[in-house]
Antibody
Framework: QITLKESGPTLVNPTQTLTLTCSFSGFSFSSSGVGVGWIRQPPGKALEWLAVIYWNDEKRYSPSLKRSLSITKDTSKDQVVLTMTDMDPVDTATYYC???????????????WGQGSMVTVSS | QSVLTQPPSVSGAPGQRVTISCAGSSSNIGTIYDVHWYQQIPGTPPKYLISGNNNRPSGVPDRFSGSKSGTSASLAITGLQAEDEADYYCQCYDTSLSGYVFGTGTKVTVL
């Protein structure tokens, strides 16, 4: 059974850097095709894809946020970390990590999601 | 920021059939990549519903079906039930962005 869980601060100040950790079980980055992505959802708004990292360490970012995002994986801890610099109040959202179902570094659905981590950006 | 456009809301009576459209472009829905659909009940994470025409994970009833034509896709719900009241999102891979895109979301109301 695949499970994922996000952890990180619930409140960050504007201009600060956000670091979120996704801890998972039930799969491993040692398997070809594995991917973990981050998606966020501002209150009352739609889902927005942020980034994905694959088993082979390839990474993809949302073009509109690429300059502020970084995604890494720690295979020994079964974790994926997302950092987002220069946070702004508009970045207030629930941040989800999710397992990507697929065999390559393109396409695929996010078939299992974490419960989400609500992050508020405010001074 | 969504590049996939959905109607804000659709509604139907119990037992009826409703469809949700998802309009994209030649770099996402118009490619070889499947369109995926998610159901989200407010306050909970999205739930993976269906990929392509009929690739449903176990536990998802066959009342849900997907289709794609050109640069648009649709999700159909037949035999609408009260438990289907939720927000629905389409998602696809976009070749020009080298990443994933979600739809604007559709709220389904059961009358």
């Amino acid at each position: 059974q695949i499970t994922l869980k996000e952890s990180g601060p619930t409140l960050v100040n504007p201009t600060q850097t956000l670091t979120l950790t996704c801890s998972f079980s039930g799969f491993s980055f040692s398997s070809s095709g594995v991917g973990v992505g981050w998606i966020r959802q501002p209150p009352g708004k739609a889902l927005e894809w942020l980034a994905v990292i694959y088993w082979n360490d390839e990474k993809r970012y949302s073009p509109s946020l690429k300059r502020s995002l970084s995604i890494t994986k720690d295979t020994s801890k079964d974790q994926v970390v997302l950092t987002m610099t220069d946070m702004d109040p508009v970045d207030t959202a629930t941040y989800y990590c999710a397992h990507r179902l697929g065999g390559s570094t393109t396409g695929g659905a996010y078939n299992v999601w974490g419960q989400g981590s609500m992050v508020t950006v405010s001074s | 920021q969504s590049v996939l456009t959905q109607p804000p809301s659709v509604s139907g009576a119990p037992g009826q059939r409703v469809t949700i459209s998802c309009a994209g472009s030649s770099s996402n829905i118009g490619t070889i990549y499947d369109v995926h659909w998610y159901q989200q009940i407010p306050g909970t994470p999205p739930k993976y519903l269906i990929s392509g025409n009929n690739n449903r994970p176990s536990g998802v009833p066959d009342r849900f079906s997907g289709s794609k034509s050109g640069t648009s896709a649709s999700l159909a719900i037949t035999g609408l039930q009260a438990e289907d009241e939720a927000d629905y999102y389409c998602q696809c891979y976009d070749t020009s962005l080298s990443g994933y895109v979600f739809g604007t979301g559709t709220k389904v109301t059961v009358l």
